[in-house]
């Protein structure tokens, strides 16, 4: 965490100097008046302040992955870009822990990875249709399966 003031946002928070790219963490976890409890994951693609990923890569990974990680968990509520470029955030119902959600996240990058198309690249069912690249959220992908043994460690201090 850093010596800021708290902020209300969880990533605001976060020392972003010291957490070391790729990684898979907890970002938020509330329990709802109800009972049901709602985690939120930070999937981190890149370093943070160092590299990020290019936009059409973004937008393809965000509709890849919105679709296909559903085919892995009904407890998927959401998967959201980050703004800064470097991950996603992923929504889930449910009380998970990392260590369980991984298996769900490598097995949307292996589907990805297989993909022929980006799903909902067209002007009908996306606002942007022609901003994407397959190729580029491949290669991301990748990049990430490629370093899985390094998804537990966020913090490289």
């Not at 679709?67 to 889930?92: A, I, K, Q, W």
């Not at 580029?136 to 490289?156: D, H, I, K, M, N």
Request: charged share 20%; net charge negative.
């Amino acid at each position: 965490m850093t010596e800021q003031p708290r902020m209300n946002v969880e990533s605001f928070n976060l020392d972003h100097r010291t957490v070391a790219a790729p990684y898979l963490r907890i970002a938020d976890r509330k329990e709802l008046p109800g009972g049901d409890v709602l985690t939120k994951f930070d999937v981190r693609f890149t370093q943070p302040n160092i590299a990020h990923l290019d936009s059409e890569t973004v937008h393809s990974l965000e509709h890849l992955m919105a679709e296909h990680m559903r085919n892995h968990s009904g407890d998927v509520l959401d998967v959201s870009p980050m703004g800064c470029r470097t991950g996603f955030y992923v929504l889930l119902v449910g009380d998970h822990t990392a260590q369980a959600f991984a298996p769900i996240l490598e097995a949307t990058l292996r589907d990805l990875l297989a993909a022929t198309e980006v799903p909902a690249a067209n002007e009908i069912q996306c606002g942007w249709g022609a901003h994407h690249t397959l190729e580029g959220a491949q290669a991301a992908a990748r990049t990430f399966l490629e370093r899985r043994a390094e998804w537990e460690t966020v913090s490289a201090a």
